[in-house]
């Protein structure tokens, strides 16, 4: 039985190029957390936050011990999420250079659609 709401989209290999280098854990960690986004409606901000200051940016937290993990993605008339870059975070705040990075992938996945 298939009870997504959402379907999880990878643009391009931005995501797939940070995935395939991470350790089993860490994989199967933001496998477990996109499949949540997936299937429930309201998800906590604890794994899908908005970029304040932008236009519909999104990052998917994910948290394996003291590792933290943020993948950028937006969603596409509602249902699509698309992953775009992703970085191991080591600051308190999200690195400006990875939003602005995620904004321009965002960018020209408009133009590409």
């Known amino acids: 039985m298939n009870n997504k ?34 299937e429930i409606q309201n998800v906590p901000e604890k794994y899908l936050k908005h970029i304040k200051g932008t236009d519909g940016l999104y990052e998917l937290r994910v948290q394996v011990g003291s590792n933290i993990y943020r993948i950028f993605c937006c969603f596409d008339e509602g249902k699509l999420v698309i992953l775009m870059n992703a970085f191991q975070k080591k600051t308190q705040k999200t690195p400006k250079t990875e939003i602005e990075k995620a904004l321009k992938i965002m960018k020209e996945y408009e133009q590409e659609k």
């Open 5 to 38: 709401i959402r379907t999880a989209v990878f643009f391009k290999d931005y995501f797939e190029s940070f995935f395939v280098k991470q350790s089993e854990k860490v994989q199967r960690k933001i496998i477990w957390t996109i499949s949540l986004i997936e």
